[in-house]
């Protein structure tokens, strides 16, 4: 059986071609850890606030962080 050396054209197309699969695949995969992890991050500074309720708007900021 004769061996053909890979060409650079081939690793290049095969380059872009993983680029794209990967762009295509990641970001959905990606949107959605982003939103797991906004709806988290929101859910415990709430919790913050509840429990600091009581404190100075200063305070609660410096312990909970920003809202946003």
Known sequence: MEQQPI???H???SLLTGLAVGA???APLGWMANAKYSEQRMAENIICREK???KPVAMVESICGSQF
Do not use: C, E, F, S
């Open 11 to 13: 690793l290049v197309w």
């Open 52 to 54: 600091n309720r009581d």
């Open 24 to 26: 295509i695949a990641g």
């Open 7 to 9: 060409a650079r054209k």
